[in-house]
Structures are given as C-alpha cells and as structure tokens.
C-alpha cells in the first residue's frame, strides 16, 4: 500500500511537470508587427502558416499598422515599456536609432552560422550598411524601394502627346495640354501634401537632387558619418520654387486644396505622377481599367531617385531571441522574397533573380530595374541618429511653403535651425550644421 501511495505520488508529480511543460510550449508567441496591403498581408499569413509548421507549440500574431507614423509610435512606447513586440518590418533608418537606444537583437553570430543559407553574399550592393552599428548587426534588408515616373496613356493620346516627359522642360510644356480645367485634370501632383511624417522631406530630397550637378552629396550626403545638410541649397529652393510655380503660376499641378479628393488617378484626373514601384502592382488590382505605363525619372541636371529599403529587426526584450531569428530569417529567405516581389513590383534582393520571369519579362519590372541600375540613382547606406526627427522637422517646413503660409527662404530658414539644434543635441555642440 506504500509504495503503492509512493507511486501514484510520482506519476501525479511527472504529471504535473508534463502539463507545466506543455502549457509553457503553448504560450510561445512571437508578435509580428508591419504595415502591408491586403494581399500582403495574405501573403504574411502564409508565411506564418509554414513557420507555425516548421516550429510546432510557436504561434506568430501578425498586426498590421494603418501607417508608418503608427508604427514608429508604437515601437518606441514598446522599447520604453521593455515588453511588446519581438520582430517588425520598418523603415531602413529607424534601425540605427533602435540599436542606439539598446533595443534591438543583435544577429551578427546568427547571420555568419546562416550565411550560406540566406545567400547574403548575392545581395545587391550593400544592402547590410544601414543595420550596423557599434560593430555589430541589427537588422536585415525586407526590400528596396525608391521613385519611377508613372503616365496616363490615355490622357497623353487624347492631348496627342506620344510619350512621357523626358525633362522638367517638358513637364511644363506637356502640362500646359495636359491640363483640362473644365474635365478636372491636371497633368500632375506631388507625392505627398501633408508634412506630419518624413515622405514629403523625402520626395522634395529627390527633386532637390535632380536640380543639383552632385546629386550625390547635394542637398546632403548620408553615407557620411556626420551628413551636412544643405537644406536652403540652390537645388532645393530651385526645387521648391519649379513645384510651386507648377501649382499656382502654371495651374498645371492640383493645388492643395484639392489634394483631399480620393482616388484622383484612378478616375482619370492625373495625367503623370510619381510613385514607387508598389504602386503599379495595387493600381493593377484597384484600377484594372485604368491605362498606364511606368517610365524613369524626368532630367534636370539629372535623373535622380532616392533608393532606400524597408527593413526586417528583432527586439532585445524578446523571450526567444533563437526563435526571433528563425522568424527574420524565414521573412528574408530567396522564396519569401521572391513572392513579395511578385505580389508588388519590387526588384528581388538577390541578384541572381533579375534575369528570370517576370523581373526580366514584365514592362513594369523592367522600367522599375531601369530606375533602379541608372546611374543617378542615389543609394542611402547610412543614416546620422534621429533621421525620423530631422526629416519630420523638414516636411513640417516645406509643408508650411506649400501651403504658401512662409516664403521659401523662410520656411528653408526655420528648418535648418531646427534640423541643427536636433544634430547638436544628438551629436553635441562640436556639429557644425
């Protein structure tokens, strides 16, 4: 009777640390944030499905952010609470500040056990240099984006214009028999008329750079430790002045006050505009009437577009450091790739793939290649510390110049001095601005 009792007390015990265990290998979860499209996102969820089956008792909760401004808010109210999320897809600059603030996984000894695995080394160009710092590796490229020439085909056909414009010359030209007052159309719009995130500073950058004989380093160069920032540059008032006299001399480009109308090139109402590659692939699907060519960028001095990428980072909070890096690894892997590149037009990461279908074949994919491999393309492998807050502080200003609620000069003013109290703060008062 004893050992009777001794018995079924071990078996209750073995029990007990059997279900301790099983419920434990229940409650591994690692939360995936991003920012996606629908079909994206259905993309996402694949993914997850095959982790899931490769990692039996892991579950991945993917949330998907309505925006970037959303996403960067929540990551920093994360890292201060030191819980939340373990991996996230973000933007290539906000990883440098991440590492800085000491929240983000280091991947160096989990890339160099994997190398091979994930063919780092068919990388296009150094697609690694914006995710170090200190010495060590925070992040891993998701994809490469930057900005293609789009056209109404049709619009152009009606005007008995036969191609896209070439120069900034013939922007105006083209615009003047683009642009129907009376049908509402216009021949073209900014980016972006909002200035309470980075993109409007963004796309001004690249026009700048077009208006600029070294668009390299002109209006400022981030492949330097300490970039100076030209920001009241001649490129970039002749910039800023060329958009403005587009809207309010010309009449050729929507105004402001109508920059709130939906949907505006879906129905018609643009005849040229300026987007990423992503764009094509959603106007396919949302607009699948809607006739339009991608082109490269129109010349000033040159073609400038901006190359940045989207990044994919794992957090130092995280309770699965091992099993955070099989996910990262997972999302950057050739096949993931490949299909997120299929699903938008993205050029793959890996160069061994732009020679097949449909990244040779496709004339979207190949003007959007074309864009990228022309040589003024203008590549940002590093970022200085607060690039989110210098550039939030600039599309603030240009927003109030667009809006002609300051001058050019005053608006650049206002801008570089808070652009260079934000750099001294960071960098101290040796940072010559």
Known sequence: MKNLLVILLIVSFLG???SNFTVAQEKIVLNWWTHATLSQRELLQRVIKDFEAKHPGVKVELT?????????TKILTSVAAGTGVDVARVKDFWVIDLARRGALLRIDKYLERDRKELDIDDFWMS???PYKYAGGLYGLPWHIYYYNLYYNVDIFKEAGIGGPPQTWDDIVTYGKKLTKPDKRIFATQLMTYTGNDAFLAKSMEMWAR????????????VNTVLPQFNVDSESMKGA??????????EKICLPPELSTIPNRVQNNMIAFWFDSPIGASDLRKTAPKLNFNLEIMPKKYNRATIVEQNAFIGFKHTKYPDLTWELMKTAVSAETNLAWCKDGVYVPLRKKFWN?????TDPDYLKARE????PDAVFHKKYPYNWQALMVTLSKELNAIIYRQKSIEDGLKSA??????IMRETYGSKYKF
């Open 416 to 421: 570089k001095e808070a652009m260079s109290k």
């Open 16 to 18: 007990t640390i059997f």
């Open 64 to 72: 998907v952010l309505s925006s970037w401004d959303d996403m960067w």
């Open 240 to 249: 800023l002045q060329f958009w403005m006299d587009l809207m309010y001399n």
């Open 371 to 374: 864009m990228l491999l022309h």
């Open 127 to 129: 697609l690694l240099e």
């Open 356 to 360: 097949t279908a449909p990244f040779n």
């Open 210 to 221: 077009q208006n600029s004989k070294a668009p390299q380093k002109d209006p400022w160069d």
